[in-house]
């Protein structure tokens, strides 16, 4: 997968993480929506490194967009808790 697709698997996996864990986070839709983003590579990272699992070239690939939505969730949950109570 090229860069671009990658980044269309973040904003979509940022999408599912949000409704996953629905809340108000302190970056608004921008900043979900950039967590998303790394998320889907922090996903596919981890995956390929300690989970000896290599990113598929297709974008279809079912272990691919799981390895995405769970790096969106640890960077969003991540997130909430160091900037979580910015907003009093």
Excluded: C, E
């Excluded at 995956?47 to 939505?69: C, E, H, K, M």
């Amino acid at each position: 997968m090229g860069i671009v697709s990658w980044i269309i698997l973040g904003l979509l996996a940022g999408a599912v993480a949000k409704i996953l864990l629905p809340g108000r986070d302190p970056g608004g839709l921008i900043g979900t929506t950039l967590i998303g983003i790394a998320g889907a590579f922090v996903g596919g990272w981890i995956s390929a490194r300690f989970l000896d699992r290599p990113v598929q070239n297709d974008f279809y690939d079912l272990p691919t967009w799981g390895a995405a939505i769970g790096g969106s969730l640890v960077l969003l949950i991540a997130y909430r808790l160091l900037f979580g109570h910015s907003r009093r």
